[in-house]
């Protein structure tokens, strides 16, 4: 491969490559701007594509939930904490 | 359940996993071609410019470096943007409390764990291009997505308002008004985003981020003891001494002064809207160690700036920003405690600047409304309505009088700690997806790091959990 031809996104395809020499790119073709993305960093691409829904085993719902715990049982100290403190300013 | 135009790997049987294909490959390029956007074009041509300096790097000396510059951002914003008021405030009440001893290798070992944890964020957002908080969305389901929600938004909006309590009491010392000194950062924030592109934006924000540098001739006037620095550094001594529950309270405050969940949301977004590619992951890795070393420097200037209070006998337990540049005036000077002013000035506006950001990319994630700084105000209103909103009313809170200022900063940091171990676990979960991640899966070292930074978070939580309920037990 040409070696100034080396960086642009791996699989092309139909587009032409760009050439990384020249000093300014069409951004007003949009096949340019294509060959500079990957093909889910397209705004319409991320709308149309998302990762599906993953299935949790049980023991990485017992750890959310086990940590869902200690966040509200710590936040309700953090609380108690700051009334104490205060009630004792006052 | 999703729908399936939503979620057509779901009807397909197959997760999306696009990182190995190329938008032409795909079958969706035709279409593709004519919805470009503005976004795209905008990101496009940050790709360009990092194409050629790809290939410049290779023919041309020093080449190179042009590349690290275009790649350098988000992990140096994200660690100088944490390096914020209340952090700042944690290093300076480290250093006027405990002077040269322990505090300064557990700051290293913070960002130690800082770096562990961001370089993540990295991988998934160069690998998946899409935001943390949409991931976890789409990969958990919105039960624990709106959990993990709640506890961004919750602890974003508190750090906000520190941010503009560190503004008001950091130009307060030059004798700036608190409306002023608010109003005018409230300025700053929104000409940053109203750039309508992410790379004006970043470099705006990285030229006020490095003014974080100001601790370091603070602490240079302080005139330190470097042969007490190092010999810190090898031994973790002396121990701080006194009231463990304070110095417990400190420890936790320290390390949420480094390791947050804005953080992971910010830096991956900021990944993604950078436009990062899988190949950009080592440059990615490299922009967050700087992140991080430029950080640590700073908050050691920073613990080292305030140590002469500590050597004084002065009680700063109670000092806000302000008070700690005027008690330092008489022991570093005039010019280091204005340059120690400034430096929370700073901290508070770069952090304000990169949460809000955060709390943005993260609502139009989740609301799926258009989530770029490269995208222009008339197609992304609801995230710069977002962006805008969260920090004017950030402001607004902090100009009431006699609203409890002092309890906010002091809970901010605490709370970040607690709420991290969630956090952590979504991330670990996601860079260990194989779906997600394909061949940038976590490796077992990376568990190994993970997984430790998370106990370690979950043993101070509980350390102070239990020091709360059972003071006894650490002798109060």
């Known amino acids: ?90 | 359940m999703d729908s399936p135009d939503k979620n057509p790997s779901v009807l397909a049987g197959q997760t999306a996993h696009p990182t190995t294909e190329s938008a032409v490959a795909s079958a969706a390029a035709p279409e593709l071609i004519g919805l470009v956007t503005h976004e795209d074009v905008d990101r496009a041509r940050d790709r360009w410019e990092v194409a050629r300096a790809r290939w410049t790097g290779r023919t041309k000396k020093f080449g190179g470096f042009r590349l690290l510059w275009l790649l350098v951002g988000p992990g140096v914003l994200v660690f100088l943007g944490e390096n914020d008021a209340p952090s700042m405030l944690s290093y300076s009440a480290d250093g006027s409390r405990y002077g040269v001893g322990f505090f300064i290798p557990f700051v290293v070992l913070t960002f130690i764990m800082g770096f562990i944890v961001q370089e993540m964020t990295v991988r998934l957002g160069a690998v998946t291009h899409r935001g943390h908080a949409e991931l976890i969305f789409d990969r958990f389901g919105k039960f624990w997505g709106f959990f993990a929600m709640g506890d961004l938004v919750f602890g974003n909006f508190l750090t906000l308002v520190t941010e503009f309590i560190g503004v008001r009491a950091g130009l307060g010392f030059f004798g700036v008004r608190p409306p002023v000194a608010v109003g005018g950062a409230l300025v700053i924030v929104v000409a940053a985003i109203t750039t309508g592109r992410y790379w004006t934006w970043e470099r705006i924000t990285l030229s006020l981020a490095i003014f974080n540098g100001l601790f370091i001739p603070a602490a240079i006037l302080a005139r330190p003891d470097w042969h007490a620095v190092g010999h810190a550094m090898l031994t973790w001594t002396p121990f701080p001494g006194g009231n463990r529950y304070e110095i417990l309270l400190l420890i936790l405050a320290t390390i949420g002064a480094t390791v947050t969940p804005w953080m992971l949301f910010f830096q991956q977004s900021a990944v993604v809207d950078k436009g990062m590619q899988p190949r950009d992951i080592s440059a990615g890795r490299f922009d967050t160690f700087l992140g991080a070393l430029l950080a640590s420097v700073f908050a050691i200037a920073a613990i080292l700036a305030t140590v002469p209070l500590f050597h004084h006998g002065i009680n700063a337990a109670d000092f806000q920003a302000a008070q700690f540049a005027e008690a330092l005036e008489p022991l570093i000077g005039h010019t280091g405690a204005a340059l120690f002013a400034l430096g929370i000035f700073e901290a508070g506006i770069v952090a304000a600047i990169a949460i809000s950001t955060s709390s943005a990319y993260a609502f139009g994630e989740v609301l799926q409304t258009g989530h770029s700084l490269n995208r222009p105000l008339r197609e992304a209103w609801p995230f710069y309505l977002t962006l805008f909103g969260s920090a004017s009313a950030a402001a607004a809170l902090v100009l009431i009088p006699h609203f409890p200022l002092e309890f906010v900063v002091l809970t901010v940091n605490v709370i970040a700690v607690l709420a991290m171990p969630p956090a952590l676990a979504f991330l670990l979960l996601l860079v260990n997806d194989p779906e997600v991640m394909g061949e940038h899966v976590n490796g077992f070292w990376g568990n190994v790091a993970g997984v430790t930074v998370t106990i370690l978070l979950i043993c101070a939580g509980l350390g102070f959990g239990l020091a709360t309920v059972f003071p006894k037990l650490l002798g109060g």
């Open chain 1, 1 to 90: 491969m040409s070696s100034h031809y080396a960086d642009v996104p791996e699989n092309q395809g139909a587009l032409a490559p760009v050439d990384v020499k020249s000093e300014q790119l069409s951004l007003q073709d949009p096949r340019a701007v294509l060959s500079m993305l990957e093909a889910d960093q397209m705004v319409a691409a991320k709308r149309r594509t998302h990762f599906g829904r993953k299935n949790l085993s049980f023991g990485a719902k017992a750890l959310l939930w086990g940590l869902r715990v200690y966040v509200v049982a710590m936040l309700i100290i953090v609380l108690i904490t700051v009334y104490q403190a205060v009630h004792v300013g006052r």
